[in-house]
């Protein structure tokens, strides 16, 4: 298969998020070998979207002459798309989001309707696309964390996605925190083996994902600096 990594963090393969994605293709790999390839949103030239829609009426040509043309051609050539980032404002961080709002070339500007909503109809073909979304963020919980991010990704992409959310995610650069990072990293691969194999990821396996790896309290008082870090001595 061959997967697009789309890494949202400007700490590039340092993010704490980029633990849990490593995870997950290990995963995949462990089923059969794949083709990666990774794009930091932050090292690409990316001009923002004016909302001119000239691309949108033109055949797909952007007004900015800029790393996009070559993003959309990878987007389109690959099997899997796979959105890495850590959540930002709850949301994704500004280099992703510019990223995503360039991709309107894809689209045309006539709409159809589909099910109980409009969209745009594409001037690319690319149907054969799936889309996976890894985001962990540093509070000790997913609850009123995710919820917006999560809705944004089922809007964009409707069809085929898979999403993983992880709690506590800086707890991933914490060699310290092994002793409960390293199982959850496990369920991760886990997570990555089932895709590879079916498509999808049983749903019971993304909650336990998703749970806090020690009580949120704990964590609370490690990030205020009140209590030492799990395996410390």
Known sequence: MKILV???????HGSDTMHITRAFLDGMRDVEEQDVRVIHAIDCHIEYC???????RNGGTCIHDDDMCGILDEILGSDLLLFSFPLYGFSMP???KALMDRTLPLGSMD???VGERYEHIGQADFSHLRYVMICGCGFP???YNFEGMVTTFKLMFPEDHTIITVPESPMFNALEAAI???PR????REAGRQYARNGEVDGVLISKIGTPMIPEEQYAAIVNGAAPSPGAK
Do not use: D
């Open 185 to 188: 990293l496990e369920l991760v």
């Open 6 to 12: 789309l890494n949202g963090s400007p700490k590039r």
């Open 111 to 113: 709409m159809r309707r």
């Open 180 to 182: 409960v990072t390293v």
């Open 50 to 56: 004016t909302g001119c829609f000239t691309c949108m």
């Open 94 to 96: 500004a280099p992703l």
């Open 141 to 143: 919980n997913s609850t």
